[in-house]
């Protein structure tokens, strides 16, 4: 869903400056009029991020809006912030199709279960269960493939940060409920940025999806690593848990002890938004 619009078009050279700028509010439409001199152009369009009015005062260039960040603690999963930029030759009759995309990756927990058949508490369950991300990026610059440098549950749960994010469903769900040997669906879906990172490496973690839980009055965590995360993918997970977990949110749990399945799609929770002009 897009409510808002701010247009930019840059001059399409290495100093790229600024040639013009128009903010559509709620009378944006899929087709508008953008106002530009004639020649080569790089126009961008951002929708979604109009909190603040004087937001985009500083722009000169388009490096300047290429280095500016998306904040995961003030995105909505509802109305997510979309960019898109291109390289147009712009004049009275000219016109582009711009597609606008998400920054976002939406991780599904499909399915979940518990398979302690083989263990001395075959009859236990996993009790009071819930559910985090952690080293979820917390920004996204705009055109910058870095990866990223600043997190939201660096390790283990932060309270403090998730209670101040614009919803905190996205990166945390206290689901409370039980789990024995029937499988079942929770239809909870997490959102972060993209991380590239598939194995830990200095300065550099996984994005995790840790599952909390108590085996007989012991609390146990069982981070699972997901893979690179991409910008507007999904990630969809079956998960069977065999064994009793780590005593840490951050220490990987011993071989075995969680099955995954795992595919990876399309977002595609709603129609491509596309700006024409």
Partial sequence: MVESLDLFFFEDDALGRLDAYQHFGTEWKTRTEGISCNGPRKVAAIANRTADPYLWSDIRTFDNLAGRSFSLAEE???????????????????????????????????????????RP??????????????????????????????????????????????????????????????????????????NPAREEAFGQPVTRLVIEGRILGTTYYYPVNLPGLEANRQYELDITITRTGSSDPDIPVASGAVRLGLQVLSWQEREPETLHY
């Fill in 76 to 118: 909505d999963p509802a109305r997510p912030f979309l960019y898109g930029s291109a390289s147009v030759e712009a004049g009275s009759v000219r016109s582009c199709t711009l597609p606008l995309e998400p920054k976002l990756a939406r991780i599904v927990l499909r399915s979940l279960c518990c398979d302690f058949s083989d």
């Fill in 121 to 194: 508490y075959r009859e236990a369950a996993l009790e009071d269960i819930r559910f985090y991300l952690t080293h979820a990026a917390a920004t996204c610059p705009l055109e910058d493939t870095q990866p990223p440098a600043d997190w939201i549950n660096s390790g283990h749960l932060d309270s403090v940060a998730v209670s101040q994010m614009l919803h905190p469903e996205m990166v945390w769900n206290p689901w409370g409920k039980s789990l024995s040997g029937k499988r079942v669906s929770p239809d909870i879906a997490f959102y972060t940025y993209p």
